[in-house]
């Protein structure tokens, strides 16, 4: 087994000081867009069961070239986790809001062929780009740091998906 997983450090921090950034940014220029109308996103095709206030597991056998998305809810706050197989054959995973629209309740993705196009500036992103691609309009990644692979599963802990919520406090 595989195992990739390291304590919080100094790249946590610079992280979460960089959401909260992102998110007082938003506070300042934010939209007045009401938040994300139905369900999980997505083609619909493939509905996941939400997990509740506990680790997203995600199967590596499950995993596609057509994104998933893992619904989570984390103190009473919604979030989804997309998960894709890039051309290289690797596992791609971020968090299903935009880095930039967040805040306006609207930055999230949904697949359309071959591309992620982003609900609120109408962006569209290539599957080859998740959790590599840093900065603007795009997904923001889960990098190998905040996850455990393992040779069946990828795992993003409970306490990881908790911090996150602060970029998903306006999505609906």
């Known amino acids: 087994m595989n195992k990739n997983t390291k304590p919080v450090n100094k790249n946590m921090r610079l992280i979460i000081i960089a959401v909260i950034a992102v998110l007082a940014v938003g506070l300042v220029y934010g939209s ?22 506990a680790d997203i597991v995600i199967q590596v056998k499950d995993v596609t070239e057509t994104p998933s998305f893992y619904p989570a809810t984390m103190n009473g706050i919604d979030l989804e986790v997309i998960a894709v197989k890039a051309s290289d ?11 930039v629209c967040y805040s306006s309740g609207k930055g999230y993705y949904q697949a359309e062929g071959d591309q992620l196009v982003c609900q609120n500036c109408g962006n569209r992103f290539d599957m080859d780009d998740v959790e ?41």
Do not use: H
């Not at 007045?32 to 206030?53: F, P």
């Not at 054959?89 to 880095?99: K, L, S, V």
């Not at 599963?153 to 609906?172: G, H, M, Y």
């Open 89 to 99: 054959g690797t596992i791609r995973t971020a968090f299903n809001t935009c880095q």
């Open 132 to 172: 590599v691609t840093r900065g603007g309009c795009n997904p923001v990644p889960i990098t190998e740091e905040y996850k455990t692979v393992e040779d069946e599963t990828i795992t993003v802990s409970k306490d990881f998906l908790t911090q996150a919520t602060v970029i998903f406090e306006n999505w609906k």
């Open 32 to 53: 007045n867009i009401k938040g994300k109308e139905g369900g999980a996103s997505g083609t619909g095709d493939n509905q996941i069961q939400a997990v509740k206030d």
